[in-house]
Nanobody, 122 residues
Framework: QVQLVESGGGLVQAGGSLRLSCAAS????????MGWYRQAPGKERDLVAA???????NYADSVKGRFTISRSNAKNTVYLQMNSLKPEDTAVYYC????????????????WGQGTQVTVSS
């Protein structure tokens, strides 16, 4: 089992910044991808950004140039630095972890954190 604990959400004005953190514990595969998803009311949960244990990153088009994902493999922690926040970034942000194989293909189940609210006021 894997446990994920997020922190760092809150209320910020448009144009401001927030940094989310997610610490993983438990039976963590050395090869994995960690990511951030978000879900606004009445909408689906969408990928925001992801990073593999090797450092490869992927971003949603809507956050490119504003958000930066990073991780510390030693601490099993992933971060999301969010700059130039917009009201449309308001959502519950979820951390996720999924094992990957040697080719970078996700295998097994996605583990989820409990979510942290990010609210951007206009």
């Amino acid at each position: 089992q894997v446990q994920l604990v997020e922190s760092g959400g809150g209320l910020v004005q448009a144009g401001g910044s927030l940094r989310l953190s997610c610490a993983a514990s438990g039976s963590i595969f050395s090869l994995n991808v960690m990511g951030w998803y978000r879900q606004a009311p009445g909408k689906e949960r969408d990928l925001v950004a992801a990073i593999t244990s090797g450092g490869s990153t992927n971003y949603a088009d809507s956050v490119k140039g504003r958000f930066t994902i990073s991780r510390s493999n030693a601490k099993n922690t992933v971060y999301l630095q969010m700059n130039s926040l917009k009201p449309e970034d308001t959502a519950v942000y979820y951390c996720a972890l999924r094992p990957i194989n040697g080719l970078g293909v996700p295998v097994g189940v996605n583990y989820w954190g409990q979510g942290t609210q990010v609210t951007v006021s206009s």
